[in-house]
């Protein structure tokens, strides 16, 4: 992904960032125009130029340091299309009510965008309607103001496939822009009738498009109930197929992480699958599910899952709620981290605290340190873990998708993990019962397998839930 250079700052360095346009590149990695697969160059579509602010409120400090918080930030934008020319910053106690950032501040974002001649302000913040609505009065009509909640919604809505991945980010960004009708709907009149990951409108007012020059919040709250509605009837459907593959015993494995850890790549490599996986923020939306061959014959159902970031937006979590209750149903989790990144520490938390608001807190997981090939060679990824932080998992398993180093010693920590979570059992089968044989061997982990007159004797683990299927054969 390409990164912003920083420039010379015209005013106070401390608080503004002047940054080059992000340059263009070839699909081949190399710098150049964009070409297509005959090699004739292609058009790219104008891309949106911003200026991004970030605040730091000491009396709430933030997961991340303010100047990576708005490096992360500037990572969403080149996701969502835009380049951003211009970080400005303020530190204070409390947030002003009126416009976030101080009085000051405004004045001198005012003077920035002027410079500049952006289209578009993103604050490193959720504000509030009263908050966008002063911000946009004060920089300029023309100048979209907009916050991290509204460029995250853009980009879900840009990389939704599915029919519930587009009904979750409709219904999310309506719950986004109900308080905000006054000047929101006026841009959506503006668009070009793009649906969810159309074209239309532009940054943080891609998606539900409506042809009408106003809608009221009846309305509104009229399709809110309908997309509900709906997402309902996906969840109970998801409910019967879950509940099919509870029946048949495979074990089920959830693969999280801080959105851009290689969850997606991991899959690819763990099941031969082919997933799209980028080098992008929320390349994966849609969970996604496969059969994993394990080591010695076993199976296993691994779903992809939406990766996580700080000050994900409440109305984001809430409707993709049924999609992340994926999570709940797995019986093992697989936290994927990206070994190389400096906030390595407070990725982890963040998916942490929000596996406990899911109620997946207390799933057993196993910590994946994925990109290890990228890191200083002789490094041991164990040794950049934060401290403790092994203490919580059942174990760690350092390994690099994009080559495969590590994955053969992930797999056998897998087998030795779902291990420790069945039950041992000691069987004598019948051999007209060569059914019985076959799903032990498929679900279970068989440690001695010996033959007599009247049957087989198998000797191993079985899940919990299948035990007491095998109750009419267990030797006493």
């Not at 992809?304 to 149903?329: C, H, M, W, Y």
């Not at 979570?421 to 044989?437: C, F, K, N, S, W």
Request: with cysteine.
């Amino acid at each position: 992904m390409p990164q912003a250079e920083a420039m010379a700052a015209p005013r106070n360095t401390s608080s503004i960032t002047q940054v080059d346009d992000f340059s263009r590149v070839a699909r081949d990695g190399s710098d150049g125009p964009l070409r297509d697969e005959q090699g004739l160059i292609v058009s790219e579509p104008q891309r949106e130029r911003a200026v991004v602010v970030g605040v730091e409120l000491r009396s709430e400090p933030g997961a991340l340091p303010l100047e990576d918080s708005l490096a992360e930030l500037e990572l969403l934008s080149d996701t969502a299309g835009i380049n951003v020319v211009a970080r400005l910053s303020q530190r204070m106690q409390t947030p002003n009510p009126a416009s976030l950032v101080g009085e000051g501040k405004v004045a001198e974002l005012a003077e920035v965008v002027a410079d500049t001649g952006v289209g578009v302000v993103i604050f490193d913040a959720e504000l509030s309607p009263r908050q966008q609505r002063v911000l946009e009065t004060a920089v300029s009509e023309n100048v979209k103001v907009i916050d991290r909640t509204a460029l995250i919604l853009d980009i879900f809505a840009k990389h939704a496939r599915t029919r519930e991945g587009i009904v979750q980010v409709e219904l999310a960004q309506y719950q986004y822009r109900l308080p905000r009708l006054t000047r929101a709907w006026t841009h959506l009149a503006r668009q070009a009738g793009g649906g969810a990951g159309g074209p239309g409108g532009g940054v943080g007012l891609r998606g539900p498009g409506e042809t009408q020059l106003e809608l009221d919040r009846r309305q509104i709250t009229s399709r809110i109930a309908r997309l509900n509605a709906e997402l309902e009837t996906i969840k109970a459907h998801r409910l019967r197929t879950s509940a099919r593959r509870t029946q048949d015993a495979t074990p089920r494995l959830g693969l999280v992480g801080y959105t851009n850890a290689g969850k997606s790549t991991l899959l690819n490599r763990l099941t031969d699958a082919s997933v799209y996986a980028d080098d992008l923020l929320f390349a994966t939306l849609d969970p996604i599910t496969r059969k994993l061959k394990l080591p010695k014959g076993q199976e296993a159902f691994v779903t992809d899952t939406v990766g996580f970031i700080q000050k994900l937006p409440t109305s984001l979590v809430a409707a993709f709620r049924a999609t992340l209750e994926s999570v709940n149903e797995a019986d093992l989790l697989l936290h994927v981290v990206d070994a190389t990144h400096p906030n390595l520490e407070e990725h982890i938390n963040v998916v942490e605290e929000l596996l406990d608001s899911l109620g997946a807190g207390r799933t057993p997981m196993i910590l994946v340190p994925n990109k290890t090939d990228l890191l200083a060679t002789g490094q041991d990824p164990l040794t950049r873990l934060p401290t403790g932080c092994r203490e919580t998992y059942q174990a760690v398993a350092p390994v690099s998708a994009v080559h495969g180093t590590g994955v053969a010693s992930l797999l056998d920590t897998l087998v030795e993990v779902l291990a420790s979570q069945m039950e041992p059992v000691t069987l004598h089968i019948p051999y007209a019962r060569g059914d019985v044989v076959s799903l032990i061997h498929r679900y279970g982990q068989v440690e001695s397998e010996s033959y007599d007159t009247d049957g087989t004797r198998l000797v191993g683990r079985v899940p919990q839930h299948l035990s007491g299927k095998l109750s009419s054969f267990v030797v006493n």
